[in-house]
């Protein structure tokens, strides 16, 4: 066994994982959203490990620095076949990884790992206090949604979603999502969570903002929830919206607040004239998987996002 940190033909080694990925995603643009990694990795400018054996790559590990989340690395773990995994490969590798992050006082998150037994994925993220993230993708035809628009609760108003600066969003909708199981998604910066509202609020990150489906719902002068959704034209899905985000504040919870939001701008996007919503959730998001079947949600027939982290620990890898 051989690590090494050399320059190496990176689109020969993650070649097996782009074809898995591809044939898990058809039209996702796959190997597109490689291309800028690959050339990182072959000039040196993402930091990576591999193993070699008969002077050829069989495994590799690899950090992608995110540009929301400074507070972590994301990373990557591959085996070229499965006829090369052993455990003792994988736990250096994993070992590397987590050298690395501790090195930079950052949290850990690893996709899952590739051509690696999930069982024992799990049992070495485990032994290192990871926590293990499934999300799922959900979608809906708006056209088929029958009823009136839902009557507004008492004492509440709506307002447009940009009534609130990015600023005044951001920290909202950070604080409402602290005890759901989507909060992992957030930096512990403020200084990034701010910066990711930005480039939603200026169209940089999902597409156009459907200013007619996408509002705030406030009780005086505090904000009660929102709602946000995006258009997927940019991404080649005409007629086609992202729910971006939805939530309800905590101190207005249990008045089915989520349902009025999720009505309304449901029918909103029907009205002007959507096909299909999106959207992406944690699996273990109970009670919001089952507003969303409420209202006619069915889970894609697509491949779960999975990650690991010890985001949950609250302590950098050390």
């Known amino acids: 066994m051989d690590f090494n940190n050399v320059k190496l033909n990176w689109d020969e080694i993650l070649t097996p994982y782009i074809r898995f990925l591809e044939d ?145 969003y951001s920290d909202v909708e950070y604080e409402s999502y602290q005890d759901s199981a989507e909060h992992v998604l957030f930096s512990s910066s403020i200084e990034d969570r701010h910066s990711f509202t930005s480039a939603v609020f200026n169209e940089e990150m999902f597409g156009s903002i459907i200013e007619d489906a996408s509002f705030v719902l406030r009780n005086g002068d505090r904000v009660a929830g929102a709602v946000l959704y995006t258009d997927l034209a940019s991404s080649g899905a005409r007629n086609n919206a992202l729910l971006a985000s939805i939530f309800v504040t905590r101190k207005f919870r249990g008045g089915r607040l989520g349902e009025f939001l999720l009505g309304k701008s449901l029918i909103q996007l029907r009205n002007i004239g959507y096909g299909t919503v999106v959207l992406y959730t944690n699996q273990a998001n109970s009670s919001a998987i089952a507003l969303y079947r409420k209202f006619g949600f069915v889970e894609r027939d697509l491949p779960h996002e999975v990650f690991y982290h010890n985001i949950d620990s609250g302590n950098r890898t050390s």
């Open 24 to 168: 898990r995603l058809p039209g996702e643009g796959v190997r597109e959203r490689f291309t800028g990694i690959i050339q990182d990795l072959n000039s040196n400018r993402i930091k990576s490990r591999t193993i070699i054996s008969s002077a050829r790559a069989i495994a590799y590990a690899f950090f992608i620095n995110p540009r929301f989340n400074s507070d972590r690395l994301y990373s990557n773990i591959g085996f070229l076949s499965q006829d090369h995994f052993t455990m003792e490969r994988f736990s250096n590798l994993l070992a590397w990884l987590s050298e690395e992050a501790g090195k930079q006082h950052r949290f850990l998150a690893v996709d899952a790992p590739f051509n690696v037994p999930e069982e024992m994925a799990q049992k070495a993220f485990v032994s290192m206090g990871m926590s293990r993230v499934e999300r799922i993708s959900m979608s809906m035809p708006v056209a088929n949604l029958t009823g009136d628009q839902p009557e507004l609760p008492q004492g509440f108003e709506i307002r447009p979603i940009r009534s609130l600066n990015e600023i005044q």
